[in-house]
């Protein structure tokens, strides 16, 4: 049964990028694959996205936390999921602060899938907290 989620997934590591994105067209998703904070940015000014998973460390100007501001100015209810191969402990208080789920690399598809599927099936619930 597809479905349904507009995915942006920003990972600058092209390989990750295809894994994700190949996993996830597979269980029905539509996915917009991006390797930059600029990528990102484009796709998120011109696509409606339900979900973004975005990597932490993407470029040494920019990060992941760049990329989910930038996402939640233009759409406040944004549903994200912070992708790191560590978190510092203030990384983890910025994520948990804005409701922002991290997963660590090497990520656990089941995991991811259950995530995913999670954020979107409550995605109205969980809009209305981000948006307060």
Request: glycine share 6%; hydrophobic share 40%.
């Amino acid at each position: 049964m597809p479905k349904s989620g507009n995915i942006l997934v920003v990972d600058d590591e092209p390989s990750v990028l295809v894994t994700y994105r190949l996993i996830l067209e597979q269980q029905g998703y539509n996915v917009t694959a991006a390797l930059s904070a600029a990528e990102a940015r484009e796709v998120l000014s011109t696509k409606k996205i339900e979900l973004l998973l975005c990597d932490l460390s993407l470029e040494k100007q920019e990060s992941g936390f760049d990329v989910i501001e930038f996402g939640r100015k233009l759409s406040p209810k944004l549903l994200s999921v912070l992708l790191t191969g560590y978190a510092t402990q203030d990384a983890a208080e910025w994520a948990e602060k804005r409701g922002i789920p991290i997963l660590f690399k090497p990520i656990d598809i089941k995991q991811l899938l259950e995530t995913i599927e999670y954020l979107l099936r409550n995605r109205h619930e969980i809009g209305q907290a981000i948006g307060d």
